[in-house]
C-alpha cells in the first residue's frame, strides 16, 4: 500500500496548485476594484472641495453685489455733478472712465448723465480695493435701471482692447451680457441666476457669471453681474475643459437642504465616460467632471503597477506548477495485468503498418533468415510465396545487384532484395507483376496514339470545313450586297460579318498547326491606325462610343514587322471593346516600352462595366466561356486567343485586366525593330505655320496639337494668344465658335466634309485626313488671299477715296480699332459693344459692306460674350481696315 499513498501526492499538488490559482485571482479582482474605488474617491472629494469653494466665493460676491447696490450706487444717485472725473468717447455711446489708479478699467456704453459717471468711478475704486491681489481676470457688469446705460469694470485692459469695439470679442461679449441682463430684468420669478462655465480664449480662464436682479419703483430693474474666475479653484491634474455647471434639478425639488446633501457626491457611467456630480449649496447649480474611462484606467495601473506584475508573476508560476504536475500524474501507472499506454501505442502503430502494408499494389515480404519465418506479408505475396524459394531468391538477388525476374504460373514478376539496415538478418523483398506493368504501358501508349490521332483529325476537319464554308460565304455576301433596300443592307452586313468569322477559323487552324508564315514589310503604325480608324467608325457611331486614338511615336516613324497580323489583333480588339461597352469611350494608346525601343505597347481602354474572369479565360483556349453581347449581337469568343497567338507570333503577348465599375484594359505588347530615323534638317510639312487650337477636352487637344508639332505648327490657346498676334489656322472642337473659315473636329467623321465656306468637319483620329484637311483649308485661304487682293479690292478704296471722307476715316477708324483691342482686353463689354457699333455705321455710311458684316458679326460674339471668337473678329476688321488705308 505504500506506493499507493506516494501516488497521491502529485493529485494534491495538482489541487494545491488550483487553490493558488483561484486565489491569485481573487486578489488580483480585489486589488484592481480597492484602487478603482479609491480613484475614484479621491476625485469626489476633490470635485466636494470644489464645490465648496465655490460657495465659499458665491456668498462672497453676493455681499458685495448688494453694497455696491445699496452703498455705492445709491449714494451716487444723489449727486448731479462729477467734478474732476473725465471720460474719454472711444466710439459712438462707449465710453472710457479716466482714472489715476490702474488696477481696474471701466466703460460706460450708453448715454448716461454726471451720477452715472460718479457712480462707475465710485464702483471701480471699491473694486480696486477688492481685486488689488488677484492675478486672474475679474469682470463686473451694471445694468443701470435709471437711465439704461451698461457699466462694464474690469481687470483687464479695456481702452486697449476696445479700439475696434464691434469687430472685437469684448464687443461680442459685452452684447451677450446686455442681451442676458435685459432678459433676467424682463423676468419677474428670477432674483438670482447662474451661468453656465465659459471660457475666456485669450487667457485660457474659465469663469460663470452670478447676475442679481434689483426692482425699483418707476424705473427699469437694476442688474449687477460679476463674472466669477474658477481657474485657481481646480485642482491640479483636472482639465478645465471636463467641467461644466448646469442646473440641479434635485434642489429645486429639496431647497432646504441640510450639509450631507451639499456634500453628497454622484458617479454615474455614461457610455464611454465617467461623471463626477456635487451640488453647489444655495445655488440650484450642480458641478460635474467628466473624464475617459481610459484615464481611469491609466492613473490605476499607474497606482497598483508594481503589486499587479508582481501578481501576474505568481499566476504564471502557479498555471506552470499545475500544468506540469497535472501531466505527471496523468501518467498511468503500470502495475501488473494493467495495460500501458505504451502498449497501446504500439497496437495503434502495429495495426498502421499493417493497413499500409495491405493497401500497397506491390507484393512486400519481410523474411526473417536465421529463424526461417515471415514477419510481415501483404496479400500478393501470401499468394505468391507457396511458390518461390526464398533462400535460391536471395542468392541469386545477391549475384545480379538485388534484382532478378521470375515467372510464375506463366506470369512474370520482377523480385527486388534488400537487406534490412536495422536488422541485418532481415530481407525485405519487393515484387512487381512484369506482365501488368507491360499491359498498362500498351494501353497509355495506345491513348496517346489515339489522342495525336484526334488531334489531327480535328485540326484537319476544321481546315476542311473552313475551305468548305469560304466560298458559300462569299457568294452569300456578294448576293446579298447586290440586293437593295434596308433589310439587305443587315443582310450584307450579316453574310459580312459571317466570311469574317471564317477567316477567323482558318486562321486560328493555321496557328494551332503552326502553319501560319508571317509577312514581315516596313510600314508606319500611324498609317495603320488611319486604316484601322474608318472601319471600327460604323459600330462605334452605332453605338453613339468615343473614340480616342493617342499615338506617342513620331510622326515619321516606321516599323519592321508583320503589318497584316497588327492590324487584324487591333480590329478585333476594339471591335470586342465596342461589344462590352454600353456608354464611354475607347481609347488606344500607342507607345514604346521603357526597356527596349523594338517593343511597342498598344493599350485599349474601354469605360464599359469590365468583363469577367470567365470570359478572361477564353485567352487560353477559344470559345471556352460565354462573353458579353449587346443588342446588335455578341462579343467573338474567339478573339482573345487568337490575338494572343498573333502576338506570341509578333514576339510579344496579350494581356487583359478588368474592374467591373471601371471597365477593361487590354495591353498589347509586339516586337517590332524601327527603321534608323533621318537627320532632321529638312523641312517640315507646316513649317512657319500657326495654329489657333480652341478645343475644350484636355485630351483632344493634346492629340491635335501633338500632331500639328509633328508636321512642323506652332500651336496657340486664345489664352496664349497676345492681343495683335495673327495665326493661320483656327481648330476648335465647339460647331458655335466655328464663325469663319477653320476645321471642326469630330470623332464620329468618316474623314472630311465641308460644312461650309472655308469650313471643314474633320475626324482627329485619322492623321492622313486631319493632314489633308489642314493643306486643303491653307489653299482655300491663299485663295482668298489672291481674291482680296484683286481690283474688287482696289474699287472699294476707290469708292472710299471718291466720298471725300477718306480723310476723316483715316483719322478716326484706326483710333476705334486700337480702342476695341484695349476694351477687349480689360473685357469691358459694354463700351466694346459701343465702339463696334459706332464702326458698323461708318462702314455703312461709306457703304463698305465687307466691314459692316465683320461689325454685325463682332456684335453677336460681344452679346455672347465670346473672349476667343471677338478677339478673332477685331484682328479680322484691323486686317481690313489696314487693307482700305
Known sequence: MIPNKFSLIPGSITRFFLLLIVVLLVTMGVMIQSAVNAWLKDKSYQVVDMTHAIHKRVDTWRYATWQIYDNIAASASGTSGSDGLQETRLKQDVYYLEKPRRKTEALIFGSHDGSTLDMTQKMSTYLDTLWGAETVPWSMYYLNGQDNSLILISTLPLKDLSAGFKESTIGSIVDSRRAEMLQQANTLDERETFSSLRRLAWQNGHYFTLRTTFNQ???????????????????????????????DPTQNVRPNQDKELADSVNVNFNSSRIEITSSVNTTGMRLVWQVPFGTLLLDTLQNILLPLLLNIGLLALALFGYTTFRHHSGRPRSEPGAPSAANGELRALKAINEEIVALLPLGLLVHDQESNRTVISNKIADHLLPHLNLQNITSMADQHQGVIQATINNEQYEIRQFRSQFSPRMQI?????????????????????LYEKNQQGRIAFMQNIGEALKQPVKTLAREAAALEGKESQQLAHRADALVQLVDEIQLANLLESDGWKGNPVLFSIQELIDEVV???????????????????LAANEQRHGDREALKRILLLLIQYAVTTTPIGRITLEVSTDESADDRLTFRILDTGNGISNSEIDNLHFPFLNETQGDRFGKANALTFWLCDQLARKLGGHLNIKAREPLGTRYSLHVKMAARAQESE????????????????????????????????ASCITPDERLTSQEYDLFLTDNPSNLTASGLLLSDDEAGIRKIGPGQLRVNFNISNAMQEAVLQLIEEQLAQGEIQGSPAGVNENAELHASGYYALFADTVPDDVKR????????????????????????????LIPGKQLCETLEHLIREQDAPGIEKYISDIDVYVKSLL
Do not use: C
Open 681 to 712: 534638317g529638312e523641312e517640315k510639312l507646316l513649317d512657319e505655320v500657326v495654329a489657333m487650337i480652341d478645343i475644350t477636352s484636355n485630351e483632344i487637344r493634346s492629340i491635335v496639337v501633338r500632331q500639328l508639332e509633328n508636321w512642323g
Open 820 to 847: 476695341l483691342y484695349t476694351e477687349a482686353a480689360t473685357s469691358d463689354f459694354a463700351a466694346l459693344a459701343q465702339t463696334a457699333h459706332r464702326l458698323k455705321g461708318v462702314f455703312a455710311m461709306l457703304n
Open 534 to 552: 474608318p472601319e471600327v467608325l460604323p459600330a462605334i457611331k452605332r453605338k453613339g462610343l468615343q473614340l480616342l486614338i493617342n499615338n506617342h
Open 217 to 247: 419703483p418707476g424705473h427699469l430693474a437694476t442688474v449687477v453681474a460679476f463674472d466669477l474666475p474658477i481657474n485657481d479653484l481646480i485642482p491640479p491634474g483636472m482639465a478645465l475643459d471636463s467641467f461644466r455647471l448646469e442646473p
Open 429 to 449: 523483398f519487393i515484387i512487381r507483376d512484369q506482365d501488368k506493368e507491360v499491359l498498362v504501358n500498351k494501353k497509355l501508349k495506345q491513348a496517346q496514339r
